[in-house]
Protein backbone atom coordinates (compact mmCIF):
# COMPACT_ATOMS: atom_id res chain seq x y z
CA UNK A 1 0.00 0.00 0.00
CA UNK A 2 2.90 2.23 0.71
CA UNK A 3 4.77 1.50 -2.94
CA UNK A 4 1.39 2.68 -4.46
CA UNK A 5 1.09 5.50 -2.79
CA UNK A 6 4.42 6.41 -3.47
CA UNK A 7 3.73 5.05 -7.04
CA UNK A 8 1.07 8.10 -7.46
CA UNK A 9 2.84 11.28 -5.77
CA UNK A 10 5.73 10.53 -8.26
CA UNK A 11 3.26 10.17 -11.13
CA UNK A 12 1.83 13.09 -9.60
CA UNK A 13 4.76 15.16 -9.68
CA UNK A 14 5.68 14.19 -12.98
CA UNK A 15 2.66 15.43 -14.15
CA UNK A 16 3.19 18.53 -12.43
CA UNK A 17 6.63 18.98 -13.86
CA UNK A 18 5.48 18.38 -17.67
CA UNK A 19 2.18 20.64 -16.52
CA UNK A 20 4.45 23.80 -15.44
CA UNK A 21 6.70 23.61 -17.69
CA UNK A 22 4.77 23.26 -20.75
CA UNK A 23 2.55 26.17 -19.47
CA UNK A 24 3.03 29.15 -18.27
CA UNK A 25 2.58 28.71 -14.84
CA UNK A 26 5.91 29.15 -13.30
CA UNK A 27 8.22 30.70 -15.34
CA UNK A 28 5.74 33.20 -17.02
CA UNK A 29 2.61 35.28 -15.29
CA UNK A 30 -1.01 34.28 -15.66
CA UNK A 31 -2.37 36.21 -18.22
CA UNK A 32 -6.07 35.36 -18.77
CA UNK A 33 -6.86 35.38 -14.77
CA UNK A 34 -5.50 39.22 -14.53
CA UNK A 35 -7.27 40.59 -17.16
CA UNK A 36 -10.58 38.98 -16.01
CA UNK A 37 -9.50 39.96 -12.27
CA UNK A 38 -8.50 44.09 -12.53
CA UNK A 39 -10.53 46.73 -14.52
CA UNK A 40 -8.24 47.94 -17.47
CA UNK A 41 -9.47 49.99 -20.24
CA UNK A 42 -7.67 50.95 -23.37
CA UNK A 43 -4.68 48.93 -24.91
CA UNK A 44 -1.24 48.39 -23.59
CA UNK A 45 0.41 49.94 -26.53
CA UNK A 46 -1.71 53.03 -26.73
CA UNK A 47 -1.48 53.90 -22.60
CA UNK A 48 -3.48 51.08 -20.41
CA UNK A 49 -5.57 52.45 -17.71
CA UNK A 50 -6.46 50.93 -14.49
CA UNK A 51 -8.10 52.29 -11.30
CA UNK A 52 -5.75 53.33 -8.84
CA UNK A 53 -5.98 55.01 -5.51
CA UNK A 54 -6.69 59.46 -5.60
CA UNK A 55 -3.55 59.36 -2.97
CA UNK A 56 -1.14 57.28 -5.34
CA UNK A 57 1.26 59.86 -5.65
CA UNK A 58 1.22 60.37 -1.59
CA UNK A 59 1.77 56.92 -1.23
CA UNK A 60 5.13 56.35 -3.41
CA UNK A 61 6.30 59.30 -2.12
CA UNK A 62 6.50 57.19 1.32
CA UNK A 63 9.49 55.36 -0.31
CA UNK A 64 12.12 58.54 -0.92
CA UNK A 65 14.53 57.56 -4.03
CA UNK A 66 17.88 57.44 -2.83
CA UNK A 67 21.16 57.63 -5.56
CA UNK A 68 23.26 54.50 -4.35
CA UNK A 69 26.11 54.68 -6.89
CA UNK A 70 28.71 52.44 -7.63
CA UNK A 71 32.10 54.03 -6.54
CA UNK A 72 35.26 51.90 -8.36
CA UNK A 73 37.64 53.67 -6.25
CA UNK A 74 40.35 50.93 -5.08
CA UNK A 75 38.61 48.22 -7.21
CA UNK A 76 40.93 46.64 -10.14
CA UNK A 77 39.88 46.70 -13.89
CA UNK A 78 39.15 42.55 -13.39
CA UNK A 79 37.57 43.47 -10.11
CA UNK A 80 35.01 45.77 -11.98
CA UNK A 81 34.09 43.57 -14.86
CA UNK A 82 33.52 40.89 -11.98
CA UNK A 83 31.00 43.26 -10.64
CA UNK A 84 29.71 43.39 -14.18
CA UNK A 85 29.03 40.17 -13.89
CA UNK A 86 27.51 39.59 -10.89
CA UNK A 87 24.77 42.31 -11.60
CA UNK A 88 23.67 40.14 -14.88
CA UNK A 89 23.43 36.79 -12.31
CA UNK A 90 21.47 38.86 -9.78
CA UNK A 91 19.14 39.93 -12.48
CA UNK A 92 17.89 36.48 -12.98
CA UNK A 93 16.92 36.29 -9.00
CA UNK A 94 14.87 39.41 -9.74
CA UNK A 95 12.99 37.85 -12.64
CA UNK A 96 12.61 34.76 -9.80
CA UNK A 97 11.29 37.22 -7.04
CA UNK A 98 8.10 38.36 -9.16
CA UNK A 99 7.07 34.59 -9.77
CA UNK A 100 7.49 34.34 -6.09
CA UNK A 101 5.84 36.69 -4.93
CA UNK A 102 3.35 38.37 -7.91
CA UNK A 103 3.03 36.83 -11.00
CA UNK A 104 0.09 38.72 -11.85
CA UNK A 105 2.18 41.69 -11.04
CA UNK A 106 4.48 40.53 -14.66
CA UNK A 107 1.74 40.80 -17.17
CA UNK A 108 0.06 44.25 -15.24
CA UNK A 109 3.40 45.64 -15.93
CA UNK A 110 3.81 44.41 -19.38
CA UNK A 111 -0.01 45.79 -20.33
CA UNK A 112 1.41 49.08 -18.80
CA UNK A 113 5.03 49.23 -20.31
CA UNK A 114 4.02 51.04 -22.84
CA UNK A 115 2.04 53.21 -21.73
CA UNK A 116 2.81 57.16 -21.49
CA UNK A 117 0.27 58.25 -19.44
CA UNK A 118 1.54 59.56 -15.91
CA UNK A 119 -0.53 57.61 -14.22
CA UNK A 120 -0.40 54.43 -15.50
CA UNK A 121 3.39 55.20 -14.83
CA UNK A 122 3.13 55.76 -10.94
CA UNK A 123 1.06 52.40 -10.93
CA UNK A 124 4.41 50.83 -12.51
CA UNK A 125 6.37 52.56 -10.05
CA UNK A 126 4.80 51.52 -7.28
CA UNK A 127 4.19 47.78 -8.34
CA UNK A 128 8.06 47.97 -8.38
CA UNK A 129 8.42 49.43 -5.05
CA UNK A 130 6.27 46.41 -3.82
CA UNK A 131 7.31 43.67 -5.30
CA UNK A 132 4.08 43.61 -6.72
CA UNK A 133 0.67 45.20 -7.12
CA UNK A 134 0.25 44.60 -2.88
CA UNK A 135 0.93 47.69 -0.96
CA UNK A 136 3.06 46.49 2.22
CA UNK A 137 1.61 50.40 3.91
CA UNK A 138 -2.24 49.36 3.71
CA UNK A 139 -1.83 45.27 5.06
CA UNK A 140 -0.85 43.78 1.70
CA UNK A 141 -4.06 44.47 0.17
CA UNK A 142 -4.17 45.35 -4.04
CA UNK A 143 -3.60 49.18 -4.07
CA UNK A 144 -5.70 48.76 -7.08
CA UNK A 145 -8.00 46.26 -6.31
CA UNK A 146 -9.39 45.00 -2.92
CA UNK A 147 -8.61 41.54 -2.65
CA UNK A 148 -5.48 40.69 -0.09
CA UNK A 149 -2.45 39.05 -0.80
CA UNK A 150 -2.28 35.31 -0.56
CA UNK A 151 -0.65 34.30 2.59
CA UNK A 152 1.49 32.02 0.74
CA UNK A 153 1.98 34.39 -2.15
CA UNK A 154 2.99 31.92 -5.45
CA UNK A 155 4.60 29.38 -2.93
CA UNK A 156 1.53 27.51 -2.63
CA UNK A 157 -1.67 26.61 -4.68
CA UNK A 158 -4.38 29.34 -4.77
CA UNK A 159 -6.94 27.69 -2.25
CA UNK A 160 -4.58 26.83 0.67
CA UNK A 161 -4.71 27.18 4.26
CA UNK A 162 -2.69 25.82 6.71
CA UNK A 163 -5.34 23.45 7.80
CA UNK A 164 -5.23 21.69 4.23
CA UNK A 165 -1.84 21.00 3.86
CA UNK A 166 -1.13 20.08 7.86
CA UNK A 167 -3.93 17.37 7.15
CA UNK A 168 -2.59 16.62 3.84
CA UNK A 169 0.87 15.91 5.72
CA UNK A 170 -0.82 14.18 8.50
CA UNK A 171 -2.55 11.67 6.02
CA UNK A 172 0.62 11.73 4.38
CA UNK A 173 3.98 11.76 6.43
CA UNK A 174 6.53 10.49 3.66
CA UNK A 175 5.80 13.44 1.79
CA UNK A 176 6.64 15.97 4.39
CA UNK A 177 10.08 16.98 3.58
CA UNK A 178 9.26 18.07 0.01
CA UNK A 179 6.35 19.76 1.21
CA UNK A 180 7.69 21.68 4.32
CA UNK A 181 10.78 22.36 2.22
CA UNK A 182 12.68 25.70 1.89
CA UNK A 183 13.09 24.89 -1.41
CA UNK A 184 9.89 23.51 -3.02
CA UNK A 185 6.82 25.12 -4.53
CA UNK A 186 3.68 23.25 -3.29
CA UNK A 187 1.80 22.58 -6.23
CA UNK A 188 -1.40 20.31 -6.49
CA UNK A 189 -3.47 18.23 -8.82
CA UNK A 190 -6.67 17.24 -6.57
CA UNK A 191 -7.04 16.42 -3.79
CA UNK A 192 -2.89 15.64 -4.21
CA UNK A 193 0.02 17.94 -3.19
CA UNK A 194 3.43 17.79 -4.36
CA UNK A 195 6.77 19.96 -3.89
CA UNK A 196 8.15 20.97 -7.10
CA UNK A 197 12.04 21.86 -6.79
CA UNK A 198 13.28 25.53 -6.79
CA UNK A 199 15.72 23.57 -9.55
CA UNK A 200 12.92 22.84 -11.50
CA UNK A 201 10.52 25.29 -11.47
CA UNK A 202 12.73 28.18 -12.05
CA UNK A 203 15.82 25.91 -14.38
CA UNK A 204 15.95 29.10 -17.24
CA UNK A 205 16.72 31.72 -14.36
CA UNK A 206 19.07 29.74 -12.43
CA UNK A 207 21.09 27.98 -15.32
CA UNK A 208 21.81 31.69 -16.60
CA UNK A 209 22.71 32.79 -13.30
CA UNK A 210 24.61 30.13 -12.70
CA UNK A 211 26.64 30.83 -15.84
CA UNK A 212 27.12 34.23 -14.20
CA UNK A 213 28.53 33.17 -11.39
CA UNK A 214 30.88 31.08 -12.95
CA UNK A 215 32.30 33.60 -15.49
CA UNK A 216 32.30 35.81 -12.31
CA UNK A 217 34.24 33.54 -10.77
CA UNK A 218 36.85 33.73 -13.48
CA UNK A 219 37.29 36.83 -13.21
CA UNK A 220 38.25 36.84 -9.15
CA UNK A 221 41.94 37.47 -8.19
CA UNK A 222 40.66 36.18 -4.77
CA UNK A 223 40.57 32.23 -4.93
CA UNK A 224 38.73 31.08 -2.04
CA UNK A 225 35.67 34.17 -3.50
CA UNK A 226 35.97 32.36 -6.96
CA UNK A 227 35.96 28.55 -5.20
CA UNK A 228 32.68 30.29 -3.25
CA UNK A 229 30.92 31.46 -6.25
CA UNK A 230 31.39 28.39 -8.47
CA UNK A 231 30.03 26.32 -5.24
CA UNK A 232 27.10 29.06 -5.34
CA UNK A 233 26.93 28.35 -9.14
CA UNK A 234 26.37 24.25 -8.00
CA UNK A 235 24.23 24.72 -5.50
CA UNK A 236 21.80 26.51 -7.61
CA UNK A 237 21.12 23.75 -9.49
CA UNK A 238 20.74 21.36 -6.77
CA UNK A 239 19.05 23.27 -4.06
CA UNK A 240 21.37 22.44 -1.79
CA UNK A 241 23.29 25.39 -0.25
CA UNK A 242 25.06 23.96 2.93
CA UNK A 243 28.81 23.31 1.27
CA UNK A 244 28.60 26.74 -0.53
CA UNK A 245 27.03 28.58 2.56
CA UNK A 246 30.13 27.26 4.60
CA UNK A 247 32.84 28.26 1.83
CA UNK A 248 30.57 31.81 2.33
CA UNK A 249 31.02 32.39 5.90
CA UNK A 250 34.25 31.07 5.97
CA UNK A 251 35.35 34.00 3.24
CA UNK A 252 38.32 36.06 4.82
CA UNK A 253 37.57 39.46 4.85
CA UNK A 254 36.35 39.81 0.75
CA UNK A 255 36.74 42.93 -1.34
CA UNK A 256 34.25 42.45 -2.96
CA UNK A 257 31.17 39.64 -1.96
CA UNK A 258 28.28 38.75 -2.63
CA UNK A 259 24.68 37.69 -1.26
CA UNK A 260 22.71 35.05 -3.35
CA UNK A 261 20.67 32.70 -2.13
CA UNK A 262 17.04 32.09 -1.49
CA UNK A 263 17.43 33.01 2.51
CA UNK A 264 14.52 34.63 4.23
CA UNK A 265 11.16 33.88 4.41
CA UNK A 266 9.15 36.69 5.26
CA UNK A 267 6.76 36.41 2.25
CA UNK A 268 5.46 32.92 3.34
CA UNK A 269 3.01 34.08 5.67
CA UNK A 270 1.20 30.38 5.06
CA UNK A 271 3.72 27.99 6.70
CA UNK A 272 6.33 30.57 7.50
CA UNK A 273 9.26 28.05 5.53
CA UNK A 274 9.49 28.80 2.06
CA UNK A 275 12.40 30.85 1.23
CA UNK A 276 12.16 33.79 -1.47
CA UNK A 277 15.31 34.52 -3.89
CA UNK A 278 17.26 37.70 -3.36
CA UNK A 279 20.94 38.85 -3.83
CA UNK A 280 22.52 41.89 -3.02
CA UNK A 281 26.41 43.12 -4.14
CA UNK A 282 28.96 44.31 -1.47
CA UNK A 283 32.18 46.05 -1.94
CA UNK A 284 33.89 45.81 2.09
CA UNK A 285 34.72 49.28 4.05
CA UNK A 286 37.59 47.74 5.87
CA UNK A 287 38.27 50.47 8.44
CA UNK A 288 34.80 50.24 9.19
CA UNK A 289 34.49 46.59 9.58
CA UNK A 290 37.72 46.83 11.76
CA UNK A 291 35.95 48.69 14.37
CA UNK A 292 33.50 46.00 14.99
CA UNK A 293 35.46 43.06 15.83
CA UNK A 294 35.43 44.09 19.60
CA UNK A 295 32.35 43.12 19.62
CA UNK A 296 32.62 39.37 18.73
CA UNK A 297 35.07 38.23 21.72
CA UNK A 298 31.86 38.78 23.45
CA UNK A 299 29.07 36.50 21.64
CA UNK A 300 29.45 33.18 23.92
CA UNK A 301 29.57 35.00 27.20
CA UNK A 302 26.50 37.16 26.48
CA UNK A 303 24.71 33.78 25.49
CA UNK A 304 25.45 32.40 28.66
CA UNK A 305 24.17 35.46 30.32
CA UNK A 306 20.70 35.29 28.75
CA UNK A 307 17.58 34.67 30.78
CA UNK A 308 17.43 31.19 29.84
CA UNK A 309 16.66 28.00 31.31
CA UNK A 310 20.64 26.68 30.93
CA UNK A 311 19.34 23.37 29.03
CA UNK A 312 18.27 25.47 26.59
CA UNK A 313 21.53 27.56 25.83
CA UNK A 314 23.17 25.97 22.86
CA UNK A 315 26.81 25.78 23.35
CA UNK A 316 29.25 28.36 22.79
CA UNK A 317 30.77 26.07 19.92
CA UNK A 318 29.48 27.51 16.20
CA UNK A 319 28.79 30.79 17.71
CA UNK A 320 31.77 32.51 15.51
CA UNK A 321 30.75 35.36 12.93
CA UNK A 322 32.47 37.69 10.70
CA UNK A 323 31.65 41.28 10.09
CA UNK A 324 31.48 43.15 7.21
CA UNK A 325 30.53 46.67 6.63
CA UNK A 326 29.72 47.01 3.38
CA UNK A 327 28.18 49.97 0.52
CA UNK A 328 25.84 47.44 -1.59
CA UNK A 329 25.10 49.23 -4.94
CA UNK A 330 22.94 46.70 -6.43
CA UNK A 331 20.23 44.46 -4.87
CA UNK A 332 17.54 42.28 -6.40
CA UNK A 333 14.65 40.64 -5.65
CA UNK A 334 13.75 39.86 -1.52
CA UNK A 335 16.64 42.60 -0.81
CA UNK A 336 15.13 45.31 -3.18
CA UNK A 337 11.34 45.54 -2.45
CA UNK A 338 9.82 46.86 0.21
CA UNK A 339 11.79 47.42 3.53
CA UNK A 340 15.18 48.14 2.88
CA UNK A 341 17.58 46.26 5.13
CA UNK A 342 20.41 48.45 6.73
CA UNK A 343 21.98 45.01 7.88
CA UNK A 344 21.59 40.68 7.80
CA UNK A 345 22.69 37.79 9.96
CA UNK A 346 22.85 35.07 6.90
CA UNK A 347 22.74 32.41 6.56
CA UNK A 348 19.53 32.75 9.04
CA UNK A 349 20.00 30.37 12.00
CA UNK A 350 16.54 30.57 13.54
CA UNK A 351 14.45 29.61 10.21
CA UNK A 352 17.21 27.24 8.44
CA UNK A 353 19.41 25.05 11.53
CA UNK A 354 22.12 23.57 9.29
CA UNK A 355 25.98 22.59 9.48
CA UNK A 356 26.48 26.41 8.28
CA UNK A 357 24.25 27.71 11.03
CA UNK A 358 25.07 25.11 14.14
CA UNK A 359 29.08 24.68 12.92
CA UNK A 360 30.30 27.66 11.64
CA UNK A 361 27.79 30.53 12.73
CA UNK A 362 27.00 33.59 10.17
CA UNK A 363 28.05 36.68 8.93
CA UNK A 364 26.66 39.58 9.54
CA UNK A 365 26.75 42.16 6.92
CA UNK A 366 25.80 46.15 7.55
CA UNK A 367 25.06 47.80 4.82
CA UNK A 368 26.58 51.11 5.16
CA UNK A 369 25.26 52.87 2.17
CA UNK A 370 21.45 52.05 3.19
CA UNK A 371 21.76 52.72 7.27
CA UNK A 372 23.36 55.93 6.78
CA UNK A 373 20.23 56.95 4.19
CA UNK A 374 17.70 55.75 6.80
CA UNK A 375 19.48 57.53 9.48
CA UNK A 376 19.45 61.12 7.23
CA UNK A 377 16.27 60.93 5.85
CA UNK A 378 14.05 58.82 8.10
CA UNK A 379 15.09 58.54 11.36
CA UNK A 380 16.82 62.14 12.58
CA UNK A 381 13.56 64.23 11.10
CA UNK A 382 11.08 61.49 12.93
CA UNK A 383 12.56 61.93 16.14
CA UNK A 384 11.88 65.83 15.74
CA UNK A 385 8.82 65.60 15.80
CA UNK A 386 7.26 62.60 17.88
CA UNK A 387 10.30 62.25 20.93
CA UNK A 388 10.66 64.80 23.47
CA UNK A 389 12.98 67.70 22.32
CA UNK A 390 14.37 67.50 25.85
CA UNK A 391 15.51 63.94 24.71
CA UNK A 392 15.35 63.54 20.80
CA UNK A 393 18.77 64.83 21.05
CA UNK A 394 20.07 61.79 22.63
CA UNK A 395 19.39 60.09 19.21
CA UNK A 396 22.47 59.63 17.24
CA UNK A 397 23.99 57.50 14.13
CA UNK A 398 26.14 56.29 16.09
CA UNK A 399 23.45 55.12 18.43
CA UNK A 400 21.49 53.67 16.00
CA UNK A 401 24.36 51.46 14.30
CA UNK A 402 25.19 49.92 17.62
CA UNK A 403 21.78 48.78 18.14
CA UNK A 404 21.71 47.60 14.24
CA UNK A 405 25.08 45.69 15.10
CA UNK A 406 23.95 43.82 18.49
CA UNK A 407 20.50 43.20 16.62
CA UNK A 408 22.45 41.23 14.53
CA UNK A 409 24.78 39.58 16.70
CA UNK A 410 21.46 38.68 18.72
CA UNK A 411 19.97 36.52 15.73
CA UNK A 412 22.46 33.81 16.93
CA UNK A 413 21.77 34.28 20.30
CA UNK A 414 18.73 32.02 22.45
CA UNK A 415 17.80 28.72 21.42
CA UNK A 416 18.70 26.90 17.94
CA UNK A 417 15.85 25.01 18.10
CA UNK A 418 11.99 24.05 19.22
CA UNK A 419 12.01 21.69 22.25
CA UNK A 420 8.10 20.24 21.08
CA UNK A 421 7.25 16.62 22.52
CA UNK A 422 10.99 16.72 24.20
CA UNK A 423 12.09 16.69 20.64
CA UNK A 424 14.30 19.21 18.55
CA UNK A 425 11.81 21.17 15.92
CA UNK A 426 12.78 24.01 13.74
CA UNK A 427 11.83 27.24 15.21
CA UNK A 428 10.47 28.43 12.00
CA UNK A 429 7.94 25.28 11.35
CA UNK A 430 7.01 24.87 14.99
CA UNK A 431 6.03 28.76 15.35
CA UNK A 432 4.87 29.02 11.86
CA UNK A 433 3.95 32.72 9.86
CA UNK A 434 4.69 34.15 13.26
CA UNK A 435 8.16 33.06 13.53
CA UNK A 436 9.91 35.89 11.27
CA UNK A 437 7.93 38.63 13.59
CA UNK A 438 9.11 36.53 16.97
CA UNK A 439 12.69 36.29 15.66
CA UNK A 440 13.04 39.97 14.94
CA UNK A 441 11.56 41.18 18.29
CA UNK A 442 13.96 38.70 20.02
CA UNK A 443 16.93 40.17 17.99
CA UNK A 444 15.71 43.45 19.19
CA UNK A 445 15.65 42.72 22.68
CA UNK A 446 18.30 40.31 23.01
CA UNK A 447 20.25 43.16 21.65
CA UNK A 448 19.30 45.77 23.98
CA UNK A 449 19.98 43.31 26.75
CA UNK A 450 23.95 42.64 25.31
CA UNK A 451 24.10 46.37 25.84
CA UNK A 452 23.30 46.95 28.86
CA UNK A 453 25.82 43.15 29.88
CA UNK A 454 28.41 45.20 27.91
CA UNK A 455 27.87 48.48 29.70
CA UNK A 456 28.24 46.64 32.84
CA UNK A 457 31.62 44.77 31.70
CA UNK A 458 32.98 47.87 30.49
CA UNK A 459 32.78 47.70 26.95
CA UNK A 460 30.42 50.16 26.56
CA UNK A 461 30.76 53.66 27.91
CA UNK A 462 28.43 53.90 30.73
CA UNK A 463 27.37 57.50 29.87
CA UNK A 464 26.25 56.71 26.44
CA UNK A 465 23.24 54.44 28.08
CA UNK A 466 20.69 56.78 27.25
CA UNK A 467 22.11 57.59 23.91
CA UNK A 468 21.62 54.29 23.02
CA UNK A 469 18.12 53.48 24.31
CA UNK A 470 16.89 56.55 22.92
CA UNK A 471 18.12 55.55 19.76
CA UNK A 472 16.45 51.98 20.04
CA UNK A 473 13.13 53.56 20.37
CA UNK A 474 13.75 55.83 17.73
CA UNK A 475 14.52 52.90 15.29
CA UNK A 476 11.28 51.42 16.93
CA UNK A 477 9.24 54.76 15.46
CA UNK A 478 10.13 54.47 12.22
CA UNK A 479 9.51 50.41 12.23
CA UNK A 480 6.05 51.04 13.44
CA UNK A 481 5.03 53.06 10.42
CA UNK A 482 5.09 49.62 8.76
CA UNK A 483 2.31 48.20 10.33
CA UNK A 484 1.68 44.78 11.34
CA UNK A 485 2.25 43.06 7.74
CA UNK A 486 6.00 43.33 7.64
CA UNK A 487 7.97 41.20 10.39
CA UNK A 488 10.17 44.23 11.43
CA UNK A 489 7.32 46.25 12.00
CA UNK A 490 5.63 44.30 13.69
CA UNK A 491 8.10 43.21 16.00
CA UNK A 492 8.94 46.74 16.86
CA UNK A 493 4.87 47.49 17.28
CA UNK A 494 4.43 45.16 19.80
CA UNK A 495 7.95 46.69 21.57
CA UNK A 496 6.61 49.44 21.73
CA UNK A 497 3.21 48.83 22.87
CA UNK A 498 4.98 46.72 25.85
CA UNK A 499 7.05 49.28 26.98
CA UNK A 500 4.28 51.97 26.74
CA UNK A 501 1.89 49.78 28.81
CA UNK A 502 4.85 49.38 31.70
CA UNK A 503 5.50 53.05 31.59
CA UNK A 504 9.45 53.24 30.13
CA UNK A 505 7.44 55.02 27.21
CA UNK A 506 5.57 57.81 27.98
CA UNK A 507 3.29 59.71 25.84
CA UNK A 508 2.31 63.63 26.59
CA UNK A 509 1.34 66.71 24.92
CA UNK A 510 3.73 68.64 22.31
CA UNK A 511 3.57 71.67 20.11
CA UNK A 512 4.93 71.83 16.67
CA UNK A 513 7.16 74.91 15.48
CA UNK A 514 3.81 76.19 14.13
CA UNK A 515 1.83 76.08 17.65
CA UNK A 516 0.12 72.70 16.10
CA UNK A 517 -0.53 70.52 18.62
CA UNK A 518 0.74 66.56 18.58
CA UNK A 519 1.50 63.75 20.97
CA UNK A 520 5.43 63.21 21.63
CA UNK A 521 7.18 60.46 23.70
CA UNK A 522 9.44 60.91 26.41
CA UNK A 523 11.20 57.97 28.48
CA UNK A 524 12.12 56.98 31.54
CA UNK A 525 15.48 55.33 31.09
CA UNK A 526 15.01 53.76 34.64
CA UNK A 527 12.73 51.48 33.68
CA UNK A 528 14.33 50.20 30.72
CA UNK A 529 16.38 47.67 31.94
CA UNK A 530 14.18 45.51 34.00
CA UNK A 531 11.79 45.31 31.12
CA UNK A 532 14.25 44.49 28.69
CA UNK A 533 15.00 41.63 30.57
CA UNK A 534 11.31 40.46 31.13
CA UNK A 535 10.32 40.98 27.44
CA UNK A 536 13.65 38.70 26.59
CA UNK A 537 12.36 35.96 29.03
CA UNK A 538 9.11 35.90 27.09
CA UNK A 539 10.43 35.65 23.26
CA UNK A 540 13.45 33.85 24.25
CA UNK A 541 11.00 30.84 26.05
CA UNK A 542 8.52 31.67 23.23
CA UNK A 543 11.61 30.26 20.73
CA UNK A 544 12.65 27.68 23.38
CA UNK A 545 9.15 25.67 23.19
CA UNK A 546 7.52 26.21 20.06
CA UNK A 547 4.56 27.39 21.57
CA UNK A 548 2.83 29.28 18.54
CA UNK A 549 -0.30 30.02 20.31
CA UNK A 550 1.16 31.89 23.22
CA UNK A 551 3.58 33.59 19.97
CA UNK A 552 0.20 34.81 18.58
CA UNK A 553 -1.61 35.51 21.76
CA UNK A 554 1.08 37.92 22.71
CA UNK A 555 1.46 39.64 19.53
CA UNK A 556 -2.30 39.74 19.52
CA UNK A 557 -2.16 41.58 23.00
CA UNK A 558 0.19 43.89 21.92
CA UNK A 559 -0.10 44.16 18.22
CA UNK A 560 -2.88 47.27 17.65
CA UNK A 561 -1.28 50.58 16.41
CA UNK A 562 -2.00 52.84 19.80
CA UNK A 563 -4.36 55.82 19.55
CA UNK A 564 -1.11 57.85 20.72
CA UNK A 565 0.68 56.82 18.52
CA UNK A 566 -1.61 57.57 15.85
CA UNK A 567 -1.93 60.83 16.62
CA UNK A 568 1.79 61.17 16.72
CA UNK A 569 1.93 59.96 13.17
CA UNK A 570 -0.01 63.16 12.06
CA UNK A 571 2.73 65.06 12.30
CA UNK A 572 5.13 63.06 10.12
CA UNK A 573 3.41 62.65 6.98
CA UNK A 574 5.95 64.43 5.56
CA UNK A 575 8.45 62.12 6.35
CA UNK A 576 8.94 59.61 4.41
CA UNK A 577 8.24 55.39 6.03
CA UNK A 578 11.82 54.28 4.38
CA UNK A 579 14.33 54.74 1.35
CA UNK A 580 14.08 52.86 -1.81
CA UNK A 581 17.59 52.94 -3.34
CA UNK A 582 18.34 53.68 -7.47
CA UNK A 583 21.22 52.17 -8.25
CA UNK A 584 23.89 52.64 -11.11
CA UNK A 585 22.68 49.82 -13.08
CA UNK A 586 19.14 49.03 -14.20
CA UNK A 587 16.93 46.15 -12.33
CA UNK A 588 14.63 44.89 -15.59
CA UNK A 589 11.62 42.98 -14.84
CA UNK A 590 11.00 39.83 -16.81
Same mark, same amino acid.
Given at each position: ?8 C???A???? %? ?5 P ?7 I %? ?8 G ?5 A??K ?5 S ?9 E ?7 LT??E ?8 E????V????W???DP???T ?9 AA??Q ?15 L ?11 A??GR ?22 R ?6 HT????L??EL???P??S??R?Q ?9 ? %???LS???A ?5 ? %? ?13 DL ?9 V ?15 G???SF ?9 E ?7 F???V??I ?7 E ?6 V ?14 T ?23 SS?K????K????N ?13 V??M ?18 T ?22 G ?10 EE?K??V ?9 I ?11 E ?6 A ?10 V ?12 Y????G???P ?5 S????R ?11 E ?15 G???R??Q?F ?19 I???I???F?W???V?
Amino acid at each position: MELLLRMRCLVLAALLV %AALFCSPLCAQPRHI %AVLKKFPIGGSAPSGAQLKAPADLSSRIAQWRTVEMPFRRQGLTRREIKMVGKLVEAAREVESIYWRQSDPYALTLQAQLKGSHAARDQQILRYIFINGGHYDLLDGNRSFIGDEQAPAGRNFYPADSTREKIEDFVAAHPDLRPELYSRHTLVRGLGSELTGLPYRSAFRSQLMEAAKKLRE %AAGLSDDAAFATFLR %ARADALLNDDYSKSDLLWVDLKSPKVDVIFAPYLTYLDQLLGVKASFGAAILIRNQEESRKLEAFRQYVPEIQQALPLAEQDKPSKVGQWSDMEVVDSPYRTGDFLHGYQAVAASLPPLSTRPGASSTKYGTKKIFFKNFLDARVNQVILPLVHKMMDPSQAGLVSASGYFTFVTLHEISHDLGPSFARVDGKPVSIGESLGPICAAVEEAKADVTGMYAMRWLIEHDVLPKEREQEFYASYVAGMLRSSRFGTVEAHGRAQLMEFNYLLEKGAILPHAGTLSRGTARVVFALDFSKFPELIESLDRELLEIEVTGDRTRAEQWFARYGELPPSFQSSLESTKDIPVDIFPRFSWDVPVR
